[in-house]
């Protein structure tokens, strides 16, 4: 199987991720699409961890760890300063966890977009506040175990869609992507590059420690997620502009959940009844990109 | 730094920035599993009776290494142009591709690149050792006889072949269908086998009794004549004329195809191989043949694919009549079948059959060719567990008194009578000579199993020569452990054919050729089990960036860098082919 | 060139001439027409400088501390609310060692809302390690702001120039705008020691544990010492180029005052009036201006204060559970003096209410006509009141 993915690494070994960490791999993919001319803004999230403490670092690029809620306000400034220093090509990327993209990171994430401040906002999903110890977050899915939604309190309220939110800004580009489809991250992020204006990736990452899966399984339920329909491969141009850039094999989500303690407390009823809503959610997706499903 | 003093003193800004890599921090020691890279066998290689390393020959092809791919067959099977025609093909059957959509063409594959070969005036670069000054007497120039030639020549060692017939080849130039074997082909392997030094001696008929001469004046002897002998029906009436030998009738066709005229309605009778190849070759000469069969169709030990084809040809199968009588006619014979039924199951699965109640039937037929198996024409092989001289290796016997071997290949030894297991025998057998020349009787076993492919009845050359292959472990590797994930659903090439009607008029050669496109795409459809084949999963998902595009000690294409490996096991579940393995850490 | 202008535009001027490069805020009463001021100026090229319109205060800081990590001068302005809600961030950019300006309009704490003058809002970051001046009129606005670029840049701290909401941002006073020329050569163009450059990688601000993170800690606490120094000069500097003299401290007729009120904002001038008045009734008061609040200038408190009997400490604040912040600091300035003076707290003026020169009177008689500060705090014109809930057991 050729695939293209450029030679160069731009990430050291050494770093302190947990073995089978999808946010490692995400970063290195990320990495190898982008270059070394960016700045990157990390908030608070595994990274501003993995990365290393004092006086290492993991990243061959200047990196700026801030503040978790500050991932799209600190990339407006450092663009803005950018461009008074005359630098129109290094490219502002902030890479964010879900924690610092959809919650509290939300309100700065929805503001520079909205002023469509010309950086590449990346957030790498792994469905809970992992760094502080796994508890939930608005993008943890509906059925899940946390640290905070434990027992019979699972997780009640469904994953907050990200990309329709930004789409609802008419956000210049915005795609989904997963760690285990590297051509497809690959490319998007090398499009997103090449653009101007706000542009969102939303990387699916596993986390074999928060999931309650085996290291040697993240790549492989990543992919399930894409196949079962759960996380579709899509991007959105202008928060007009659908397209679908896989066809999954629309294996059954009871798959999926069956390779994760952390979805081990589900019933056979509440696994159907998620198989309706993964569907529902899917067939909507096919209505915006103006397609219609016959099944 | 000190306290006093400090509004004047020049403190240096000291903010957290980092100057250093992470390198430094050797996250190895986190690890308590330990992935490497272990090829293992694949489950075609496993039950091919050559041992080829199929996967491999697969990989070459995709890469258009061609004659990389061809020198690989010839250093496990001096045939491949053959093979890549006639040979049963066991490794489709066994492919894991097959459940996952449909095995891979892995003979079409085997016949292109001897054709190519061939097409482009190839010289293969062989692997021949230094002359050892031992000569080898081999008996019977059939594909075990010249494969052991074949190899035995690699080795070192000089061979002469006595064949009884006028030319050699044995069973691949009398009874195989020039329709399926072109003269051509078969001239041109046994050329290149000459071509090593083997000398052939033709019309020279050696007799069990006379052999004993041979060993005066060689160091070994291989026998490998074969089951030349057709089998009697054992009913009356057996020697009317107009009753033959289906075996003899082709080996007529064979020296002289303009010679026999047929016409009218003639019956085979029989289920194997040679009954298609004679019933076929019957329409060909334009008669009509019909097939008699006493058990069901689906009983019958021909190939499938043989039998189809010769169904599409317009031959007909009667099953389940067995022949009582045959009685002379004036210009043809006459038939006497009793109907047969089926009376349960026997050991081999086919039916158990008894006669039915009806009445026999009579039909005349204008000629009748007996094909219902073949037996040695001498005693050459008899089994001798008991006395201790004989050696029982996977398709050969080697019978060693202490002071000179003879060993006994091809049809007299082998459990499946094929050409390719023919063939096996005959390597085999070189290297059970080549270990007790070099080392003695008592490593024969031990080498023998050491160069086991898989858990199958068949041994590797490279591995007896120590080649990289020896690295790889016997696990034979299965649809379950292959990460199916990378690989879409393919149709397999069809072989293309001539047209029925093209087919039936001459004894033209009926598969055509394929293009080197096409081969490489359905050799692309090979899962590669078990082997590396460098598609650089490991390398790209790997999370600590720890593997390394170099060759490795254990002689994969990858390294891990185990400084930084965290042990997570990505590399090895993501690898599609199962070429990897995580252990425990030692301590 | 001399103008009448509202204290918020003199900031405004201030920020132009200091050729700021990248500004964001976040609108909030009082502060908003420092804002729109400087809109218009970038509006109409008159500054060439980013303005980034974020959603937050919250954002508006976290941009600087961006765009001043990417080596560029930086400007932003709030008030109470938005500044509590920068809380977070004013530790990140002192930390990160940044060189951040901002204008801080003095207001009140909510609830209730309240967008008059009160200093509780800028003193509740005073931990924070930002440098804190507060400004007693339209021309020190003005000045202290083009002194504050100097002072952050030089010893890499960020720092805040304080007005008093309305009383200071909306009044119209004279203020005399320096030449452009002139600022140039006392505010040379920024010089990071440090920046984000993909030409020169590395991670800044990422995990700092226990062996290193308190030798970082004392590099802050002895920028901020040297401060004190750093500003002195600055000061000099600033006299000789523009002839207007500041300190970090002004006293007023002190040296053989019995009674020493210590004000900041634009109370002092109401206080200058007061102790003019007093002095022709022959009352022996003295006046100390508290300019430069964080670093605390200790030393030349103490010079000033330990010779008189004692210190009246007028606070328009209040630590709750403690008392007036000014009074506690001055306190600390001489508690290991000997025989220091007593020092008197007093609150007043909270939320905008006015301190007139009655009640600036007021403090000092009741300083006089005591032995002994029995409060802490004592709080100035609280008047009854008759709504309220009545809790049992209180």
Known sequence: ?295 | ?587 | MKTVMEGSHAVAEAVKLARVQVISAYPITPQTHIVERLSEYCADGSLDAKFLRVESEHSAMAALIGASSTGVRTFTATSSQGLALMHELLHWASGARLPIVMAEVNRAMAPGWNIWTDQTDSLSQRDTGWVQIYCEDGQEALDRTLQAFKLAESVNLPAMVILDAFFLSHTYEPVDIPDQAKVDEFLPPYEPKFLLDPGNPCAFNQLAPPDVYMEMRFSIQTAMESAIGVLEKIQNDFSEIFDRSYGSIEPVECDDADIILVTSGTVTSTCREVIKKLRSDGEKVGLLKISLFRPFPGEAVRKVLSRTRKVAVVDRNCSFGSGGIFAQEIRSALCNVPDHPLVYGYVAGLGGRDITPELLEDIYWQTKNTDFPELDSFWMGIREVKDGIICSGS
Request: charged share 25%; proline share 5%.
């Open chain 2, 1 to 587: 730094m000190k306290n006093s003093n400090r509004s004047n003193m020049c403190v240096p800004l000291l903010i957290p920035r980092s100057y250093k890599t992470s390198e430094e921090n050797k996250t190895g020691s986190w690890r308590f599993l330990r992935p490497r890279y272990l090829e293992k066998t694949a489950p075609c290689s496993s039950v091919c009776p050559v041992g080829q390393d199929i996967p491999r020959i697969q990989m070459l092809t995709v890469q258009g290494s061609f004659k990389e791919a061809w020198e690989l067959l010839l250093s496990e099977n001096p045939f491949p142009g053959t093979c890549g025609r006639v040979c049963f093909h066991p490794c489709e059957s066994a492919c894991n591709r097959l459940e996952f959509d449909e095995a891979v063409a892995i003979r079409m594959i085997e016949r292109f690149l001897a054709d190519t070969a061939t097409r482009y005036e190839l010289q293969p670069r062989l692997n021949k050792l230094a002359k050892k000054g031992k000569k080898v007497a081999i008996i019977g120039s059939g594909p075990g006889g010249l494969s052991a030639a074949y190899f035995l020549a690699l080795l070192g060692y000089s061979c002469d072949v006595f064949e009884s017939s006028n030319k050699p080849g044995g069973m691949l130039r009398w009874a195989i269908p020039f329709y399926r074997l072109p003269l051509k082909v078969l001239e041109e392997e046994i050329a290149r086998i000459e071509s090593l030094g083997v000398r052939i001696f033709c019309n020279h008929h050696v007799e069990f009794e006379k052999f004993k001469h041979l060993r005066s004046n060689y160091d070994a002897i291989f026998v490998s004549c074969g089951y030349q002998k057709g089998r009697r029906l054992n009913i009356p009436g057996e020697e009317s004329p107009g009753v033959e030998d289906g075996l003899t009738f082709l080996r007529e066709l064979k020296s002289d195809p303009s010679s026999p005229s047929l016409h009218g309605s003639v019956a085979v009778i029989g289920g194997g191989n040679t009954a298609i190849d004679v019933a076929r070759s019957v329409l060909r000469c334009g008669a009509k043949p019909v097939i008699v069969y006493r058990r069901r169709k689906e009983d019958m030990r021909a190939f499938g694919e043989e039998i189809k084809m010769a169904l599409d040809e317009g031959v007909r199968i009667e099953e389940l009549k067995s022949p009582l009588k045959i009685e002379k006619k004036e210009s043809g014979v006459i038939l006497t079948l009793q109907k047969m039924k089926v009376a349960g199951i026997d050991e081999s699965g086919r039916a158990a059959i008894e006669p039915d109640n009806t009445d026999p039937e009579i039909v005349s037929y204008d000629r009748v060719f007996v094909a219902i198996g073949t037996e040695p024409s001498e005693p050459w092989y008899v089994c001798d567990s008991c006395s201790g001289k004989d050696i029982k290796l996977y398709n050969s016997v080697m019978r060693f008194d202490g002071q000179f071997p003879v060993i006994f290949g091809g049809d007299l030894t082998t459990e499946a009578k094929t050409v390719t297991n023919a063939i096996a025998s005959g390597k085999e057998a070189a290297m059970a000579l080549d270990v007790l020349f070099r080392i003695g009787k008592d490593f024969v076993l031990p080498e023998i199993s050491r160069c086991r492919v898989g858990n199958g009845l068949s041994v590797s050359m490279e591995i007896y020569l120590n080649g990289e292959r020896k690295n790889r472990v016997s696990h034979v590797v299965s649809y379950a452990e292959i990460n199916t994930d990378y690989f879409n659903l393919i149709p397999r090439t069809p072989q293309p054919r001539l047209l029925r009607e093209e087919r039936i008029n001459s004894f033209s050669e009926i598969d055509l050729k394929i293009s080197g496109s096409v081969a490489m795409k359905e050799a692309g459809r090979c899962f590669n089990c078990g082997i590396c084949n460098h598609c650089d999963n490991c390398y790209l998902f790997c999370p600590e960036i720890a593997v390394k595009r170099q060759d490795s000690e254990e002689g994969g294409l990858r390294a891990i860098n185990y400084d930084y490996c965290k042990g997570c096991g990505l590399c090895v579940v993501e690898c599609p082919r199962n070429a990897m393995v995580l252990e425990e850490e030692s301590a």
């Open chain 1, 1 to 295: 199987m050729e695939l293209f993915v450029p030679d160069r690494e731009f990430m050291y070994s050494g770093h302190v991720a947990c073995p089978g960490c999808g946010a490692a791999i995400a970063m290195r993919f990320v990495l190898k699409a982008l270059g070394e001319k960016i700045i990157m803004i990390i908030p608070a999230c595994c990274w501003s961890i993995i990365a290393g403490p004092y006086p290492m670092s993991t990243l061959r690029v200047p990196v700026l760890h801030t503040a978790f809620e500050t991932g799209g306000s600190v990339a407006s400034g450092i663009k803005a300063a950018l461009e008074v220093r005359g630098d129109h090509e290094t490219t502002v990327v902030t890479w964010a966890g879900d924690g610092g993209t959809f919650d509290i990171g939300f309100q700065a994430l929805s503001g520079a977009v909205e002023r469509n401040e010309d950086f590449i906002y990346i957030c790498y999903d792994n469905e809970a506040y992992m760094n502080t110890g796994i508890q939930r977050s608005s993008s943890t899915p509906y059925g899940a175990w946390t640290t905070t939604t434990p027992g019979q309190d699972w997780k009640k309220m469904r994953k907050k869609n990200i990309v329709e939110a930004l789409v609802a800004h008419r956000i210049r580009y915005a795609a989904t992507a997963n760690i285990a489809f590297p051509e497809d991250l690959i490319n998007k992020v090398k499009k997103a590059k090449n653009m101007k204006g706000s542009r969102f990736i939303h990387i699916f990452s596993t986390c074999p420690t928060g999931w309650r899966v085996p290291s040697e399984m993240s790549i492989k339920i990543a992919r399930m997620a894409v196949q079962t329909n759960i996380f579709p491969l899509y991007e959105v141009e202008n928060g007009v502009e659908y397209t679908i850039n896989y066809r999954p094999k629309g294996y059954l989500v009871k798959e999926y959940f069956k390779l994760q303690g952390r979805f081990s407390h589900l019933t056979e009823e509440d696994l159907d009844q998620i198989q309706e809503m993964v569907e529902e959610d899917w067939k909507l997706l096919l209505r915006k990109t103006g397609v219609f499903s016959g099944s």
